[in-house]
């Protein structure tokens, strides 16, 4: 399995981390340039054999499909069945890749989902698409692997679509002219998912009383109509990210009012990682609960690298075009120009990324806010957008031509993500001057975007403590005019490196609550290097504990049920029903299983935490029972005593 | 190493589980009853051959001791030497097992602490104690190793003491007769800990308004002293557990106007674990920051266990004493009495147990309230009380003789740790009667307790979804009278088995921050099993995030330094001193090394997430020293041109 470079002898601390696939560097080189051998690859080897793609389902799961108004048009979910007859049903972002029925083949790309809906709306033409050109890969890996990777994703290409001439292909378009899109249908069909199982959970009026959600201040409908999606992204509180050059795509929603999102990153740098781990990572995103996934690749081959991940997403995927076209400069961000990076922009848009994240906000007069900063500027973009700036003292290229960046997004519906090139990558520089100077910028790049009807997200911090937090989704309702707030974290502390998953879980499951609409994840990786498939899964676990949280929270209708499912299989000692309804089932029947591995024990009323004597839910059981029984008994006795036995006791005030 | 089963097979997930040593049960026998056989165990070793425990200093780091008033009162801090020259000082609770000029035998227990302050008091006397009996340690293993290490433990005892007839000999009580104990000195110092190196970090005062703290009600001084201790000691609103017993204490204190603290739980079950592996744990448990620390032992050998905990421990220990009462009544909960219970108490209190959890509060008509939950009564001691409270339809008689309880605890100086043994299982019982009504008898408990100026921490939950966590701050502050709130998690969703960590570190860092004064933590094995010294470590990890992201919220004073002190080594790349200065520093070490172990990186000026062109750092302070040269430049050209060439553009409004 492709890998890379190994860690130098026997950790230290005896963390248990799995061993990897040894790649190894020629000795003395320098790690940038250093051309990779896999020891178990065979030059001749074509991409999927030495691709390791988990395509089994879920415990105890299968795919099931919503329909829709058309036949075309069928909303993935994944049903549960439960070991009492029950069935519960999730929202499900794993793609094609869980549904045994569809043979894939990473060389074809996915299915097509949603051409014929952008063909019925006849507003879009093909066309040859732009010259592609050596620099877009960076020019440098000629080696035979690379070589056929180039060729077997020149197979996977589809003939690039754009709007006609005067046309507005964007959802937010479209929506505000009344048009109900089958995408704008399917996401609210997803958004409901099936609910008649949760009658068992959540029909108690007591229960429901007692845990009615807080949503501060959102508009979050008991069931989603199209016509509510319509309405969400025409005013712009929600985005449908989905290219018309990505027809593989499963749509999603993003916005307050609909169940918080995650993101999760992928992508190379110059040290390290490949092409195939990169697909590998995407696949595996997705089945661990991605909504989105960003390539963030800044190595070689960034170009290819792309197709193949794009034509094998089921989900929305996005990019940093700035990244690409440093590449392109050889890393001089002085030699950046708009030329340049308006011809990436195009590339990007014709392989069909969903969404740009570019740092328009990040204007020459704020720089300097940032140098009595701990941590000056963390952001990749934003650092070499900076340095442009300042290197020409002039103002920020992608603010001076943004509305030049509108007309390309709403010709293949690229959605913005406006970045937060000054965020706080420190609690010492949080809510700063430089990071809310951004902000309102973003508010008026809105502004600028809506009026070309181009779908907007608002990025956000970063390392905020969590008093400060409240601050940042105040601020970003009053200056973006509730455009989606989609936050990195935040970490509220910075003490944790290896951990930042979960201090940052802190701060997102907070602002998610607050209304933030995606989260993006951070791994344990954070500060520390780049991200492997195991460290994907922990930040996935960690941002899905924290939408959720969120979700609950804010009273999303449903989110609860699966929660009281869980501890309805708790409390009658269904494990397998516990692990099924889990968020990661593999680990939690692992753990179960390192003290307790018996079949036997799958249903044993206790667990190596107490044992059968102290397990606190058999004792309830019993509680239970005798407590019906002796108050049906003191009952009669008090009867048949005239009522002279039994006294009730009253609870104390 | 001893060790207990291994799991079946390899883990379907490809978890990074490290390999555990294994431990044979007889083929068919049942897990309850079968003997350990451990593969690498003669009976002959001594113990301290069979343990495994840490005693390296950390990275960079070496133990100092802040001089008291008195030459037998010094409080131990770990000093971190960063590469350029600083010196960073931390709070530390690793014990003399990190001080490397003091030698360790478990067999003899840790040094003498605080006999003499006990002793200098002279209002106690030592006495023979209780009789020691079979039951104490369930009377059921008799194999030579076990008999050998009862022995040993024999070794390790020392006489205990008692008040003498009529005195009280709680901190609160001499807190307020207007004494302050060395105990209370002791802590004063350790709070504030030492803070000359801080002036770098906390002097600028645009960053001190800009991150000022919201303690949301607390009253944190700026320097703690030995009579601001006293005041909230004698008040109620802060604990120092210390029994005269436990001589090898150093002392800490918990209260909201005090640094959050975190508990770790250790101790076996029926099913699994043994007196090495506990005593391991909790050496392991202080290491990674454990404040105090829970022997929640149900399983064999209670008595003999607590002895090599207690002897070893530098930190308060914990105990649910209804648990041995069990044990002794061969698990038949309808068979405890008070006089048992009496004894176990006292028993205990012999050993030096520093803080009891007490179900006093479960009362009988509470019970009912409990049957239409979904997870009914998940406390482990809370079941067992509510089982006798049922069968014999009489009173909680932990409620009904809590007085004499009372006079137990003020002969020893036990703190109570009242039970919320209706705590919530989920987060649809959360916040329900049942567990509101205990709490208000929580507070009742208080009152009394307070007459006998015995000290008094208040359970809390649980399992509570976010926006239900305000309420239970809220109400246990109005029921409670300020007694110290020491909550498990809590929990903010159910459906993350194998992640409870990251679940409940989201609800323990909010009611922290909102005036919780220790949170006990959840292991990522949470309703699966009993943890490892793995888990402990990942349950401290995230708890000790939890507790600092709540002391950097409520603006505690120093709180922010160290994060601050961690971004300036990240910004100047100073890895070797990132990672000294994290909560974990061997993992942040071992996860950059994965992918740049060579020497030479570790003053590299990028890491492998971005590489050397992208990396944000590095990029920053290229800008940095073009903007000062650049605005140095065209400050000079717009004087020389009479001030024509350089017109300062205005940001945004």
């Not at 009012?257 to 696949?283: D, M, P, Q, W």
């Not at 509220?492 to 998610?512: E, K, L, R, V, W």
């Not at 609860?560 to 968020?583: C, I, P, T, V, Y």
Request: glycine fraction near 8%.
């Amino acid at each position: 399995m492709p890998g890379r470079h190994a860690g130098a002898g026997l950790p230290a601390s005896g963390i248990h981390r799995r061993p990897r696939s040894t790649v190894v560097t020629a000795p003395g080189a320098c790690p940038v340039n250093a051309p990779e051998t896999h020891l178990s690859d065979l030059p001749a080897q074509p991409l999927d054999e030495r691709l390791s793609l988990t395509r089994a389902p879920f415990a105890a799961s299968r795919k099931a499909y919503i329909a829709g108004s058309r036949p075309d048009l069928r909303v993935p979910v994944r049903e549960i069945a439960l070991s009492n007859g029950e069935t519960v049903v999730v929202h499900d972002t794993s793609g094609p890749y869980t549904d045994p029925s569809v043979s894939l083949d990473v060389r074809q790309g996915l299915p097509d989902v949603r051409s014929r809906w952008v063909a019925d709306r006849a507003d879009t033409e093909a066309y040859a698409g732009r010259l592609r050109q050596a620099e877009d890969d960076g020019g440098r890996d000629d080696n035979e692997r690379i070589a056929r990777l180039r060729t077997e994703a020149a197979a996977l290409q589809r003939q690039p679509r754009r709007a006609v001439s005067g046309a507005n292909v964007s959802q937010m378009h479209y929506a505000r002219r009344g048009i109900i899109t089958p995408e704008m249908e399917f996401v609210a069909l997803r958004e409901n998912g099936r609910r008649e199982w949760m009658r068992d959970y959540i029909g108690d009026a007591e229960r429901e009383q007692r845990l009615r959600g807080d949503s501060l201040g959102a508009s979050i409908p008991e069931v989603i109509t199209p016509e509510f999606v319509r309405q969400e992204v025409a005013r712009g509180r929600a985005v449908i990210p989905a290219n018309i050059n990505h027809p593989e795509l499963e749509p999603t929603i993003i916005g307050r009012n609909f169940r918080v999102k995650v993101n999760a990153n992928i992508g190379n740098s110059a040290v390290t990682s490949s092409i195939e781990e990169e697909v590998e990572k995407l696949v595996w995103s997705i089945r661990w609960g991605a909504d989105t996934v960003m390539d963030l690749s800044t190595g070689r081959n960034i170009h290819t690298t792309r197709d193949w991940i794009l034509r094998n997403s089921p989900v929305p995927i996005g990019t940093v075009p700035i990244y690409q076209a440093l590449e392109k400069v050889g890393g001089v961000a002085e030699d950046l120009t708009w030329a340049l990076f308006r011809d990436t922009l195009i590339e990007q848009a014709e392989q069909g990324v969903d969404y740009f994240t570019i740092h328009a906000g990040l204007r020459l007069p704020f720089i300097p806010m940032t140098t009595r900063r701990r941590t000056g500027i963390v952001s990749r973009g934003g650092s070499i957008l900076a340095k442009w700036c300042i290197t020409h003292h002039r103002e920020n290229f992608l603010y001076t031509h943004f509305e030049e960046i509108c007309d390309i997004m709403k010709a293949y519906d690229v959605t913005f993500s406006l970045g937060d090139g000054l965020r706080p990558g420190s609690a010492a520089d949080a809510n700063d001057e430089a990071q809310f100077a951004e902000l309102r910028t973003l508010g008026e790049l809105t502004q600028i975007a809506w009026r070309h009807d181009v779908q907007t997200l608002i990025e956000g911090p970063g390392h905020v403590p969590m008093h400060l937090i409240a601050a940042n989704m105040a601020e970003q309702l009053k200056h973006c005019h509730e455009a989606p707030f989609y936050t990195l974290g935040p970490l509220t502390i910075d003490i944790a490196p290896g951990y930042d998953h979960i201090a940052s879980a802190i701060g997102a499951a907070m602002i998610g609550w607050m209304g933030t609409s995606m989260l993006c994840y951070v791994t344990p990786k954070e500060h520390l290097g780049l991200p492997d498939r195991e460290d994907v899964k922990q930040g996935l676990m960690a941002y899905k504990i924290a939408a959720h949280a969120a979700d609950v929270a804010k009273g999303h209708p449903g989110a609860r049920a699966r929660d009281d499912a869980m501890s309805k299989a708790r409390f009658e000692f269904r494990w397998n029903d516990q692990f099924a309804l889990g968020l990661d089932p593999d680990t939690a029947r692992d753990y179960h299983d390192e003290t307790l591995p018996k079949d036997a024990a799958k249903s044993a009323h206790f667990c190596s935490m107490c044992g059968p004597k102290f397990c606190s839910m058999k004792i309830t059981q019993d509680v239970r029972e005798y407590a019906e029984r002796g108050m049906a008994q003191k009952s009669a006795e008090f009867k048949a005593a005239g009522g002279a036995f039994y006294v009730p006791i009253q609870p104390q005030p």
